[in-house]
T-cell receptor
């Protein structure tokens, strides 16, 4: 069945470090891929989404490329800030409109 | 961006009681969802709802659970009776449509504690 895999449970960085959060997916057709961010005490909010294979989504300094060849949608940011500390979810929505969340990656950014 | 409001933010009840969680979705949205998140764990789909009907539900959506949106007011999740394992944060979400490119907008959640 369809699924999303985030291997990193937690990533700890210092301010201005480069961020890379791994996400791979499995599905039959062409999904839409999302990154959601969840701050403490809040619900997940959309960070970026990409609907077309081989396109890149960019938002607030974050970017992710929908790579159909490697079935990946890794999240990157050149320089993280303490305010980026949150849980990041990679999410897939397939052609049957079913939604699959990854397990989430807790990002901790130290000042 | 669009806001989904959830009331209350916290609810504490005794096991066996009934509880109703309320969600005020984005005004022009037609599709509604409930998700469950146990502290520190992943988001788990419960149910989605459109045009007065449950469209899809997961195994977590037990017989004790029900959803409705009477006359376009709050979208509600009712649990009757509650059990200890129902303690979690419940997130409501809504979207304009059901297409694969549609974005879900989430509320801030209701933390339910069953004693």
């Amino acid at each position: 069945g369809d699924s999303v895999t985030q291997m990193q449970g937690q990533v700890t960085l210092s301010e201005d470090d480069f961020l890379f959060i791994n996400c791979t997916y499995s599905t039959t057709w062409y999904p839409t891929l999302f990154w959601y961010v969840q701050y403490p005490g809040e619900g997940p909010q959309l960070l970026l989404k990409v609907t077309t294979a081989n396109n890149k989504g960019i938002s607030r300094g974050f970017e992710a490329t929908y790579d159909k060849r490697t079935t990946s949608f890794h999240l990157q940011k050149a320089s993280v800030q303490e305010s980026d500390s949150a849980v990041y979810y990679c999410v897939l929505r397939n052609n049957n409109n079913r939604i699959f969340f990854g397990d989430g990656t807790q990002l901790v950014v130290k000042p | 961006g669009p806001k989904v409001l959830q009331i209350p933010s916290h609810q504490i009840i005794d096991m066996g009681q009934m509880v109703t969680l309320n969600c005020d979705p984005v005004s022009n949205h037609l599709y509604f969802y409930w998700y469950k998140q146990i502290l520190g764990q992943q988001m788990e789909f419960l149910v989605n709802f459109y045009n007065g009907k449950v469209m899809e539900k997961s195994k977590l959506f037990k017989d004790q659970f029900s959803v409705e949106r009477p006359d376009g007011s709050y979208f509600t999740l009712k649990i009757q009776p509650t059990a200890l394992e129902d303690s979690a944060v419940y997130f409501c979400a809504s979207s304009t449509g059901l297409g694969s490119a549609e974005t879900l907008y989430f509320g801030s959640g209701t933390r339910l504690t069953v004693l």
